[in-house]
């Protein structure tokens, strides 16, 4: 009785394309923090008011970006009683967004979440040199997302 090998070839080929097929779909994943962004989560943080002179611009991976980029920017901004990290968005989107250099003062609308350290935030809105710059809306949503979401974003409270 003859044993059919190419049908376990078949399988076997199929198999390795399946499991190919299924190691690649875990590259697009989005950075390295939560897999949903804070409008996503429906989440309702505090937004806070700071001032301050921006130490220094850091552009750099982001361990706790939810978007695809791992190049985000950074504000290391010198307030009246500390160092803080405020974290902006995507490097490229940013750069087309803020025009800003060390010392420069800035005024900040912001927010913390759970898994950011305790002196980080995420900036909603930035003031520098006069000019006002919105980074997310009232729903926390970056600007730079567009409205291609499967989802609806949550109303604000």
């Known amino acids: 009785m003859p044993t059919n090998h190419s049908a376990y070839r078949n ?23 939560d ?5 996503q ?10 001032e301050g002179v921006i130490e220094k611009i850091e552009i750099a991976p982001c361990k706790y970006t939810t978007g695809k980029s791992t190049s985000g920017t950074h504000f290391m901004v010198r307030t009246d009683d500390k160092l803080i990290n405020v974290h902006l968005g995507p490097t490229a989107e940013v750069s087309k967004l803020i025009s800003a250099t060390e010392n420069d003062p800035i005024t900040l609308t912001l927010f913390q979440t759970g898994r950011l350290p305790e002196d980080e935030y995420i900036a909603k809105e930035v003031i520098v040199n006069g000019k006002n710059t919105v980074l997310r809306d009232e729903n926390l949503k970056p600007v730079w997302a567009g409205s291609h979401s499967k989802e609806k974003w949550r109303k604000a409270k």
């Open 35 to 39: 897999n949903t962004g804070m409008s």
């Open 41 to 50: 989560q429906q989440l309702n943080p505090e937004l806070l008011k700071m």
């Open 11 to 33: 399988i076997k080929v199929c198999l390795i394309g399946v499991l190919c097929t299924m190691a690649v779909a875990g590259f697009p994943q989005k950075g390295t923090g």
